[in-house]
């Protein structure tokens, strides 16, 4: 019991103190993007704003978060494996630098969707959920996202993190990843 509320009241804290930098963060958006114009590029989809349209009809898409150049690399062959086997289902990329954004444009072009990850409050998080609706999410970074991952209702999708590249994360994912 005295464990549960431990980690309640850390939760609170590490929400209020996103809450609270959310800010900051749009702040050093704005002055990264002076000498990298990509960071100002849909900064709004990082609170889950104005996201792309998208067709009502489609699947629910994988959502997997690469948070840079390194990772999307990490990842590549296991996108690659995802469209090769389910043809029909989306992937969603998600990274949070524009080198990120721009080696999953030139890896993948039009075979994937990309989003800027949200930051990581339960508005920004609530919004690109209901949005995107994702089946399952997997994180390289397993200290990405503890919001998107905090999930009250495990039926709509499930989480992956990723302790290690993307090997168990692809261990994982392959087996059933439907259910």
């Known amino acids: 019991m005295r464990r549960l509320r431990h980690a309640a009241l850390l939760a609170f ?15 050093r958006l704005i002055w990264r993007s002076r000498g990298v114009p990509g960071y100002r590029h849909k900064w709004w989809r990082r ?3 104005w996201l792309p349209p998208l067709d009502p009809n489609r699947e629910r898409p994988i959502w997997i978060h690469a948070v840079s150049v390194g990772e999307t690399l ?9 469209l090769m086997r389910y043809p029909k289902v989306p992937i969603l990329v998600t990274s949070t630098t524009p080198t990120g954004a ?6 993948f072009g039009q075979r994937v969707d990309h989003s800027w990850m949200p930051f990581d409050t339960p508005g920004a998080v609530r919004r690109f959920l209901n949005h995107f609706r994702p089946r399952l999410i997997a994180l390289v970074r ?8 905090a999930n009250p209702r ?5 989480c992956i993190r990723s302790t290690r590249g ?10 059933g990843w439907h259910r």
């Open 166 to 175: 993307c090997q168990p994360v692809r261990r994982e994912v392959t087996p």
């Open 154 to 158: 495990p039926e709509r999708y499930r």
């Open 13 to 27: 804290c590490y929400t209020l103190i996103m809450r609270l930098a959310v800010p900051l963060l749009v702040l």
């Open 74 to 82: 990490a990842v590549s062959s296991l996108v690659d494996m995802l």
């Open 142 to 149: 397993p200290r990405s996202g503890p919001t998107c991952c």
């Open 102 to 107: 721009a080696q999953v444009a030139r890896l």
């Open 47 to 49: 609170l889950g704003w």
